[in-house]
């Protein structure tokens, strides 16, 4: 259950990034993988998830502009942001799950986080 993000940073408003979440091949096989976000004074926000058999569901406010994908060989879960936006800076957080939860409480396990700040 053990995963480790990568790749956050600080971009200008409009730019991009992509995080990394490096799996175990035991939870990467058996698990929905989500993106997850935080920012200071909110809840614990579902970004995107992706399935085992590749399907992907995306929160409004990233549709079109994030993509969730997964290397199957390499066993890691990425997340493509494009366009972003200063509503955008947050930690983001990589999780599994038995299933692909709207509930973050129901995510078995969680890396530590990647920060993301976007400036305007």
């Known amino acids: 259950g053990h995963l480790v993000e990568s790749g956050g940073g600080s971009v200008q408003a409009g730019g991009s990034l992509r995080l990394s979440c490096a799996a175990s091949?035991?939870?990467?096989?058996?698990?929905?993988m989500a993106w997850f976000r935080q920012a200071p004074g909110k809840e614990r926000e579902r970004v995107a998830v992706i399935s085992g058999d590749g399907g992907t569901t995306y929160a409004d406010s990233v549709k079109g502009r994030f993509t969730i994908s997964k290397d199957n060989a390499k066993y890691f879960l990425y997340l493509q942001m494009n366009n972003l936006n200063p509503e955008d800076t947050a930690m983001y957080y990589c999780?599994?799950?038995?299933?692909?939860?709207?509930?973050?409480?129901?995510?078995?396990?969680w890396g530590q986080g990647t920060q993301v700040a976007v400036s305007s």
């Open positions: 091949a035991d939870t990467y096989s058996r698990y929905c």
């Open positions: 999780a599994a799950g038995s299933l692909c939860w709207t509930d973050e409480k129901r995510y078995n396990y």
